[in-house]
């Protein structure tokens, strides 16, 4: 079994920065793709950032390119996903996530394991 726990989340201007973090235990952290999805109630999960084992071939939602940067480190057992330019849009919990597989996947479906997520509020 694998655990994950993610913190970092808070509240923030519009136009504000938050670093989210994950860290993974149980299993060899390197095994797995990673990601980052979100989930405002009422709404479904979506996906924001998924990056490989090895940390390379990023992949980003369209509505973050170029503000948030996923990135990790084996040898932490933690991947981040720093979020730059916030918008209230950006309003969610923040799910991460991990995938027994090379590459990280756009699909909540593709992933084995979850966290708890934390709660991201932007403001006005």
């Known amino acids: 079994q694998v655990q994950l726990v993610e913190s970092g989340g808070g509240s923030v201007q519009a136009g504000g920065s938050l670093r989210l973090s994950c860290v993974v235990s149980?299993?060899?952290?390197?095994?797995?793709?990673m990601g980052w999805f979100r989930q405002d109630p009422g709404k479904e999960r979506a996906f924001v950032a998924a990056i490989s084992r090895s940390g390379g071939t990023p992949l980003y939602a369209d509505f973050v390119k170029g503000r948030f940067t996923i990135s990790r480190d084996n040898a932490k057992n933690m991947v981040w996903l720093w979020m730059d330019s916030l918008k209230p849009e950006d309003t969610a919990v923040y799910y991460c996530?991990?995938?027994?597989?090379?590459?990280?996947?756009?699909?909540?479906?593709?992933?084995?394991?979850w966290g708890r997520g934390t709660q991201v509020t932007v403001s006005s």
């Open positions: 149980g299993r060899t952290f390197s095994d797995y793709a």
């Open positions: 996530a991990a995938r027994a597989y090379i590459f990280g996947s756009k699909s909540d479906s593709e992933y084995d394991f």
